[in-house]
């Protein structure tokens, strides 16, 4: 009893003892934390050194003026234009396809499906999120490639109606909207009626005559930017996915209360009330995802083709093209390392590129991040 | 012969002697002496259990790196050392051994439907270099070409680039795949590509065409009427000790069945068993 | 807008929305499905004789008295067919030079191409690689085969001004009159007994070493590569991973270096994984010298960095998520901070904290640029434990790109490239459903 009293009441030393271990242990914890601050140093530090004796020797114009990319050649030639524009020309493939497929369904998971199914789509996102991106590029290559170097055209049919139908519907349905606008009231229901017919026709008709051009269309070759472009898009699903669902729903319930009982439908809500609050999410959420298209490697080396040359016309998906990462893991093989020659540290150069592109492309969605955080941290 | 029939019989011996030391023989380099030396290392592991031979398939330059700075014991190459690489390596204190393992060719491939019958190393140049663009300026078809070539990492690029093109570019539209095994596959899949692969990937799939009048096969590689043709390297950091398992290793190109083995996997041996 | 077409817009909205999501769950269907049905095909298909020999003779399983029968009965079944060849051989001696020289080079595709279907002829010399040595174990490669002989391919080239047009000239045509023309409705006839396709659940593909370059065998170097690497970066990460998250969610203070250290986290994390590669080559190996040449260790580092901020943000969400009335119940206890983090806070966050471990495992399992440089080979044995230390590995993401686009013989493996891509998935699915699961539990827990 009378030892448990004076433990309880801390003579100085003792207190002062105990709180000098504890910045001990504090400081120790704080350097084990610091391990992700010194790698992202050192990363910066290793690949900036490798990558500098190719500036010194070449200069930094040739790299990103020059599409001639010879490596090998005698003299070499080191311009990696095309290499940047092909890692360009999918990642916006990749957006094209990932961006509005991924904000439709974070706002279904957000805000239309009930609870029970979302607890069922989740997994879904979960899964495709975690197949390693070798099996995405197995796929890519050994299953879709053949697919479209034998039925493209076809495959670019189906996907025209299945993109342009509920787009075209919808389009046809705002344009009657606006058009009956100044008719009768008795008249309004028969004259959109006719109206919407007509133009469905109309939709149907050009749809078909699309499908036909497009299954006319033969391609050459199936490892291309459009095979890439559709495979990084579908794994850069889940980061758009996940990131966007959770700044929609971090703008809050009482934004959308407040919004419903004014007498707003649950898509004016969206549009006029959550999307322009968690807008700033949504961005950041389109920068993550476009990031995971940008640095994948196994994908675009296996299925990309990996021709270095700025495809005619420029956004031309069918032909192939040649990436930054693919570039280094395909050519690293070769580079004569040991005597830092300029083709071993062009493609640290290449790996700088890299870098630095995400390193700003996460301070900005960090930024954003934080930024929506505290205005709707501020809001409630 | 009679000196190969005895350097087998040595080799051998010395197999039962080196057999009690167990090791690690780490094998890297070029994927086109790859399949060679993956069926060397299963041969070899399965003769002397215990030694783990490791093979890796990155490249030439790869391969010269790593026996410089001495993280492999034998280095493949489908090229000879460079210049600087030689430099590196006295720098270093390593002095590469080269072995001829194995003599390959580079067999032009089409589509079996193509209906070209040949081609020279001019219209093969003229091709790659972009100047001929259809096949109707070859006598087939009106059909644009799909040009196919190996990886810029691989040392057969480097052999194509300096035997065909000699020092001029490569056309940019042109398809980079990462094997000879893949760039079969193309060809076998797109009815209007061309591409070189090593003869022994030529299989039905695909019509291998006579350059300058001369097919690709391992006799015409072999007395050197075949345009393409080029031998394939294993690199050791010096002469290995006599007997030790790096030695019967690297040798096994010399003995029957290191020929078999070759001939097997595609390639043309330099022993004549 | 009147009230109509206001509703009208809503529900186009609902269904565009449920269509995105049902796209997305579409294409992972579309995704998974050739994978697991064709990936199966490397453990559960149709065995042939020459299959169950093989698995009796390099692996030593299997009945040796029933192989014995079995081959007997497929020697009698065959022995026709060698007998007609044989006898084609004897005419082939007595034909005049030129037609003689004309069958010769068929014969010999004839032959080769019965040799891979059925294994070595009666009469070939001894061979010294496997993929000699056995015809084809599987019943789909045989029928491939098969249709091979029987017909060869031909092209006719009449039309100029398009590509050749594919014919199939039947080889019995070819051979007609000679004596080998029975050989080939004899043989379409007869596979069948020739093989004797059974079919089989061969599971040990896992465990399996693979043989001639995966022409036989299975794949268990590779999985053994795979398993060693994720143990390596788990082991690495987890320590540095659970402190800095303790670190970051109890003792920070809102100060400059704390959010410094976030936002490198978050950068961490959005490092492209080829420039894990790089720098694993240029720091580990060059530098550090972890090891000689690439190894598991050198590998599991640059994997361990690549997952560490997954680990960190896992944990940090786990700690957070713990209620503060346990944290507050310990330090009225007079629980030092330190004490209460260890004997209150980690054990009430730990499902949490083993969720973003298991998901980080899977990472970690299918990554293959950062292992390009560091730790992948393409053929080795499976090491033992103190191995790998120094000595790389196959492993199952390397070596399914390896297999896919460097192989010779690319098309004769596809099963068991698709039998790879399957475990892998698999594998990384298993620990998915895992956190998922305790997920669910936790979730459970803290509700009730």
């Known amino acids: ?380 | 012969m009679k000196i190969l029939y005895g350097f087998l019989i040595v080799s051998l011996m010395a197999g039962f002697l080196g057999a009690a030391e167990a090791g690690k023989i780490t094998v890297d380099g070029s994927t086109t002496v790859g399949p060679i030396a993956k069926a060397f290392a299963e041969f070899y592991m399965k003769q002397h259990p215990g030694v783990n031979i490791t093979v890796s398939e990155s490249g030439s330059g790869n391969g010269a790196k790593s026996l410089i700075n001495g993280s492999c014991q034998v280095a493949t190459m489908s090229r000879i050392m460079k210049q600087n690489e030689y430099e590196a390596a006295v720098h270093s204190e390593v002095l590469p051994i080269s072995f001829v393992v194995a003599l390959d060719g580079i067999a032009m491939i089409v589509h079996p439907g193509n209906p070209i019958r040949e081609l020279t190393m001019e219209q093969i140049k003229n091709v790659y270099i972009g100047k001929i663009k259809n096949w109707n300026q070859l006598g087939g078809p009106n059909v644009p070409i799909v040009i196919i070539s190996r990886d810029t990492n691989s040392g057969t690029y480097e052999t194509f680039e300096t035997r065909v093109l000699k020092g001029e570019k490569i056309v940019k539209n042109c398809e980079y795949v990462g094997s000879s095994g893949a760039i079969r596959q193309r060809v076998q899949s797109t009815p209007a590509a061309i591409g070189y692969v090593g003869i022994g990937f030529i299989d039905s799939t695909v019509k291998a065409l006579p350059v300058n009048n001369v097919p690709p096969s391992p006799e015409t590689v072999k007395d050197g009427s075949y345009p393409i043709g080029r031998p394939l390297y294993m690199y050791t950091n010096d002469y290995p000790k006599m007997g030790s398992d790096l030695y019967l290793f690297v040798n096994l190109f010399l003995t029957k069945k290191g020929q078999e083995i070759i001939e097997e996997t595609g390639f043309i041996p330099v022993t004549n068993y | 807008m009147n009230l109509g077409s206001r509703k009208l817009f809503d529900r186009s909205l609902t269904g565009i929305s449920v269509m995105a999501v049902f796209l997305m769950a579409l294409s992972l269907l579309v995704l998974l499905g050739p994978i697991f049905s064709r990936g199966l095909g490397a453990f559960i298909f149709r065995a042939t004789s020459e299959h169950r020999r093989m698995i009796l003779e390099q692996f030593g399983r299997g009945d040796e008295e029933d192989v014995a029968a079995e081959m007997q009965a497929v020697a009698r079944a065959r022995r026709p067919l060698y007998g007609m060849l044989k006898k084609f051989e004897d005419e082939l001696k007595n034909m005049e030079y030129g037609k003689r020289l004309g069958y010769r080079a068929q014969l010999k595709e004839v032959k080769n191409l019965l040799h891979d279907l059925l294994g070595p002829l009666p009469g070939e010399p001894e061979t010294v690689m496997l993929r000699q040595e056995y015809g084809q174990t599987r019943w789909d490669r045989a029928q491939a085969k098969l249709g091979q002989i029987l017909f060869s391919e031909q092209w006719d080239y009449s039309d100029k001004s398009s590509m050749g047009k594919k014919m199939l000239l039947p080889r019995r045509q070819f051979f007609a009159g000679t004596q080998l023309e029975p050989l080939f409705p004899y043989l379409k006839n007869n596979l069948v007994q020739m093989l004797r396709p059974h079919l089989v659940f061969y599971w040990r593909f896992l465990t399996d070493t693979s043989l001639d370059s995966h022409l036989f065998g299975g794949i268990w170097p590779e999985v053994l590569g795979t398993f060693y690497l994720t143990l390596g970066a788990i082991l690495l990460a987890i320590p540095f991973g659970i402190i800095a998250a303790i670190y970051l969610s109890e003792f920070a203070s809102a100060g400059r270096l704390v959010s410094m250290l976030r936002v490198c986290i978050s950068t961490l994390a959005g490092v492209p994984s080829i420039v894990f590669g790089l720098f694993g080559l240029a720091f580990f190996i060059n530098t550090l010298h972890l090891s000689s040449s690439k190894s598991v260790l050198a590998g599991s580092a640059t994997l361990a960095l690549l997952i560490l901020p997954t680990i960190i943000r896992s944990a940090e969400e786990a700690l957070k998520a713990v209620p503060h009335t346990y944290k507050e119940a310990a330090l009225s206890l007079g629980a030092s901070q330190m004490r209460m983090v260890l004997t209150v806070l980690l054990p009430a966050a730990l499902p949490g904290i083993l969720t973003g471990i298991i998901i980080s495992m899977g990472r970690a399992a299918g990554e293959t640029a950062p292992i390009i440089f560091t730790a992948a080979v393409s053929v080795g044995q499976p090491l033992k434990i103190w191995e790998t230390l120094s000595q790389p590995t196959p492993a199952l993401p390397w070596n399914i790109y390896n297999l896919a686009t460097e192989h010779q013989a690319v098309d004769e493996i596809r099963h068991v490239q698709f039998g790879m891509v399957l475990t892998l998935v698999l594998l990384v699915l298993l620990l998915n459903l895992a956190a998922i699961l305790i997920r669910a539990r936790i979730s459970k827990k803290m509700r009730g």
Not at chain 1, 160 to 187: K, N, Q, Y
């Open chain 1, 1 to 380: 009893m009378q030892r448990n009293e004076r433990n309880l009441i801390m003579s100085d030393a003792v207190s002062r003892l105990r709180r000098l271990t504890a910045l001990i242990l504090k400081g120790f914890l704080l350097l084990a934390t610091a391990l992700s601050l010194v790698a992202v140093l050192l990363i910066i530090a290793y690949i900036t050194r490798d990558a500098f004796p190719f500036f010194k020797l070449r200069g930094l114009g040739e790299l990103f003026k020059s599409t001639a990319w010879f490596p090998s050649g005698h003299p070499p030639e080191f311009g990696a234009l095309a290499i940047i524009f092909g890692s360009g020309l999918v990642t916006l493939g990749a957006i094209v396809v990932a961006v509005p497929l991924g904000i439709a369904a974070a706002i279904a998971l957000s805000d239309i499906l009930p609870y029970r199914l979302r607890q069922t789509v989740k997994p879904v996102i979960e899964i495709l999120a975690a197949i390693p991106s070798v099996a995405y590029g197995f796929f890519a290559l050994v299953i879709f490639a053949p697919l479209l170097q034998n039925r493209g055209g076809s495959l670019l049919a189906l996907a025209s109606w299945i993109i342009a139908l509920p787009l075209g519907l919808l389009l046809i349905f705002a344009v009657t909207e606006i058009a009956t606008r100044s008719i009768r009231e008795d008249m309004v229901k028969p004259a959109r009626l006719i109206l919407a017919a007509v133009l469905t026709a109309i939709l149907c008709r050009s749809l078909l005559a699309l499908s036909a051009m497009l299954s006319a269309v033969k391609i050459s070759s199936g490892t291309n930017a459009l095979n890439v472009s559709i495979i990084l898009g579908i794994m850069a699903l889940p980061t758009i996915v996940s990131v966007a669902e959770d700044s929609l729903q971090a703008a809050g319930r009482e934004l959308r209360e407040g919004s419903y009982a004014l007498g707003a439908t649950r898509a004016e809500t969206l549009f006029k009330v959550v999307i322009p609050a968690a807008g700033s999410g949504i961005i950041a959420a389109i920068i993550l995802g476009v990031m995971r298209a940008v640095g994948e490697t196994m994908v675009v080396w296996m299925a990309s083709g990996n021709a270095a040359q700025i495809p005619s016309p420029w956004f031309n998906f069918l032909s192939p093209v040649r990436t930054l990462t693919a570039t280094i893991a395909g050519d690293m093989g070769e580079a004569d390392q040991v005597t830092g020659s300029s083709r071993y540290h062009v493609l640290f150069a290449l790996a700088l590129c890299l870098l630095l592109t995400s390193f700003v492309a996460n301070l900005i969605s960090e930024w954003i991040l934080r930024r929506q955080q505290r205005r709707l941290g501020g809001l409630k």
